[in-house]
């Protein structure tokens, strides 16, 4: 028999987390930008795809054949022009909305270190470096100029991925175990020199009850 390829690094079988392209304008994507026009959402995607992929290159490196880090280097080398203009964009934005000069400026430096922690995660990175791996190879395959078309297409897949989802096949026990202790109430239990502390048939069956109700179904 035959060995099927593994469908990704991290999962024996990945969760779905393939969405709709995106336009940048929808709640769930929480950009931040209200007001803002379609240039200026293309232009919070691509910088917020910037954020996301590099945060991955940081914080994915458990995983080496991801190539988080190598492709956000050459993703930054390759579309440097594009992402450029966003930000010149996004400071346009905030000049417009918050107030010219250094107040327009403070805002849309703190939108920068705002939106990098909402990409930091811990429960939820091995599906997180997973897309960020899939996205950062989409990235450095993109014509020049198309970076945005990258963020449109999975910038909604790269959201979804920040909420937990495990492995598909044989669930997640790392994340779904939970220790099930007896009651440790003096009542429950009867004191026997020979054969130490016994358990109360009654507190037993309610611990069995409640250890087997507490059992991941998945």
């Known amino acids: 028999m035959f060995a099927a ?15 709709p392209p995106v336009t940048g304008a929808e709640p769930d994507l929480k950009l931040g930008l209200p007001g803002a026009t379609p240039e200026e959402l293309r232009a ?6 910037r ?21 956000y280097n050459a993703m930054i080398a390759h579309h440097d022009s594009e992402l450029a203009s966003a930000l010149e ?11 010219k000069g250094k107040a327009g ?11 990098y922690s909402t990409y930091s995660t811990v ?38 991925s920040l909420i937990l989802s ?3 096949y044989f669930g997640t026990p790392g994340y779904s175990f939970r220790a099930s202790l007896p009651p440790l109430d003096d009542k429950c239990w009867k004191v026997n020199k020979k054969k130490g502390d016994l358990l109360l048939s ?8 409640e250890a087997q109700a507490a059992k991941p179904t998945g």
């Open 5 to 19: 390829p593994a469908n990704a690094q991290l999962f024996w079988n990945p969760p779905d987390l393939s969405t």
């Open 44 to 49: 919070g995607l691509v910088w917020n795809l």
């Open 51 to 71: 954020a996301a992929l590099n945060v991955a290159a940081l914080q994915c490196e458990f995983e080496p054949t991801l190539l988080t880090r190598t492709n």
């Open 89 to 99: 964009t996004l400071n346009g934005y905030f000049q417009r909305t918050v107030g």
């Open 105 to 115: 400026q403070a805002a849309s430096d703190q939108y920068g270190t705002r939106i």
């Open 123 to 160: 429960q939820a990175q091995r599906g997180f470096c997973q897309i960020a791996g899939s996205i950062g190879r989409d990235a450095i395959f993109a014509n020049r100029g198309h970076l945005y078309e990258v963020a449109q297409k999975r910038m909604g897949e790269l959201k979804k």
């Open 166 to 168: 495990g492995e598909q």
């Open 202 to 209: 009654s507190c037993k069956a309610r611990w069995e009850a």
